[in-house]
């Protein structure tokens, strides 16, 4: 029985973090001020607190400037929304990131539409969703960025393959399917209604699970061979498992992400190289990649 190569996303992660910083240091010397990142975080959710708290390290690390706003969590809509102008119009900031999900009577996408394009580094606007769909350049989401980084880390073959993205989530699933049809994979995107699900993915050479279901993909759906990308975080009480049967599916795939230690680090990784971006398109220089 053959066993999957474990893909090193920490070891990715930390490349591209080091990539980022010398650009961000390359950045600073020329323009005088580094990157800025601005984080919203509304109201007091601890595991949201732990998530803008891990962003505002990685910034640091790299050189770029944090800007760590905190909002009472019964803050009003109007009182978000002009925030989130101000840091639109701050010469300082470079990108904002609205940490989701905000409180039950704020109206998250109406705010995050208020996020200037060019300081979208999540890529979560209707903007920057639809620039990615229509194949324009634009800011791109995080962990579908990451995901391909990942593939291209490992010299996985993108063009003409297979690949069968699991989750249809605005936030994975549909930009990662984007993505991947930009690099001219054969797409699939899948889903809770979707047939014979175990068939569909096991037609794939490149699997990606972005669904939130305990070890929902057996051995049945992985191609011999195949790369896996398991983007799931479900929290159990043996602790973290992803959307994949990692002990079967690493039977037969050749290669695989961990959970944790795959695709999580890339996440943050990306966005930092976001914020780069931002910052060298707003002084006119030639995006980052
Ligand atoms: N590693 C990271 O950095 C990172 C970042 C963000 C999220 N995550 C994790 O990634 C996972 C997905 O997140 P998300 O935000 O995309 O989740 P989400 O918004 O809940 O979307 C889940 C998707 O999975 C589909 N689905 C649910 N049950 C299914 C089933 N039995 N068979 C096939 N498809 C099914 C849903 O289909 P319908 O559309 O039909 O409902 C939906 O499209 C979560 O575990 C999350 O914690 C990881």
Request: glycine share 10%; net charge negative; aromatic share 2%.
């Amino acid at each position: 029985v053959s066993v999957a190569t474990i893909i090193d996303g920490k070891a990715v992660a930390a490349r591209v973090r080091q990539e980022v910083a010398r650009g961000v240091a390359e950045f600073a010397a020329e323009v005088g001020e580094p990157p800025g990142l601005a984080t919203i975080l509304v109201g007091d959710d601890p595991a949201s607190e732990i998530y803008v708290a891990n962003k505002q390290k990685a910034c640091a690390e790299v050189g770029i400037r944090g800007v760590d706003l905190r909002l009472v969590a019964d803050v009003s809509q109007d009182a978000v929304a002009e925030e989130i102008e101000a840091l639109n119009d701050d010469p300082l900031v470079s990108g904002i990131l609205l940490q989701i999900p905000v409180p039950d009577h704020l109206d998250g996408d109406a705010l995050a539409a208020l996020i200037d394009p060019a300081k979208d580094v999540d890529g979560l606007t209707p903007l920057s969703a639809g620039a990615l769909a229509q194949g324009r350049p634009g800011l791109r989401p995080c962990t579908p960025q990451g995901i391909v980084e990942l593939l291209d880390a490992y010299d996985v073959p993108l063009e003409g393959a297979e690949a069968v993205v699991v989750g249809r989530s605005r936030l994975i699933g549909r930009p990662l399917a984007f993505l991947l049809l930009e690099r001219n994979a054969t797409v699939t995107l899948c889903h809770s209604r979707t047939r014979d699900l175990p068939a569909v993915c096991a037609r794939a050479d490149v699997l990606v699970a972005a669904v939130g279901s305990p070890r929902l993909l057996g051995g049945d759906a992985v191609r011999p061979g195949a790369a896996v990308i398991d983007v799931g975080i479900n929290r159990l009480q043996d602790g973290l498992v992803g959307d994949v049967d990692f002990e079967a599916a690493s039977q037969r795939a050749g290669l695989i992400t961990p959970v944790p230690g795959g695709v999580g680090p890339m996440t943050i990784a990306c966005l930092l190289r976001n914020t780069l971006q931002a910052a060298r398109a707003r002084h006119g220089a030639a995006p980052v990649r």
